[in-house]
């Protein structure tokens, strides 16, 4: 059920994509490999490049989030481009973003508009003008923090360190949320626990 989905779901991008081409791996986790090649073109109809690239998804398509590995080397492979320098691997969003979306649903094509094409979009503005246009986060642990402090929309990371304690115990619905936000914890963070849970679980946060 899930190869026939993964097939439908790779003949809608091939409209868009008619480049990408499929293989089965024979992994335990990621089981399904795309490579193709993506063109870059602006709102202006600039064509800033075209660059080839493979996408692995999950053996339980469509969730589970997908890694984008990057073939044109047209640009560094170095932590400081967001692409490690062995493998290929890039990053694409931040911790806490990447285990909400693992968690929910995204199709081949959804994956490609939402974080392939603005990946290499990104890559082209820090070429051209030294820097990434939305900002970027750090990496491994430092990264962690700083999506937690724009969770909670505070740099002290002792608050932080507090805030996810308070997360941890129990309340109503109804009750105010642990944030501080003075929304009723049902219409703020009570949806996004699980993701913040997971991610905080990758750094040791002092006690």
Known sequence: MIEKQFI????EAQRFFPSLEYDYLHNKRLTHKVTGTFDIIDGEENHWGAFSASLYFTDYYPKGFALLQ???????????????EKTGLCCVCGPIER???????????????AYVIPFYANQIH??????YKNGEYAHFREGIWEAL????GTSDRKKI????????SKRGRNEFCFCGSGIKFKKCHLKR????????KQITIDK
Request: aromatic share 14%.
């Open 8 to 11: 439908k779901d790779l003949e």
């Open 70 to 84: 990057d073939n044109s080397k047209a640009f560094p492979w170095d932590l400081n481009w967001h692409i490690d």
């Open 126 to 131: 820090k070429r051209e003008f030294g820097f």
């Open 161 to 168: 360190t507090l805030l996810l304690n308070d997360m941890r």
């Open 149 to 152: 402090e724009e969770e909670f």
């Open 193 to 200: 626990i699980p993701y913040i849970e997971a991610a905080a």
């Open 99 to 113: 285990e909400e979306r693992a968690a929910k649903a995204i199709s081949i094509l959804g994956f490609i508009e």
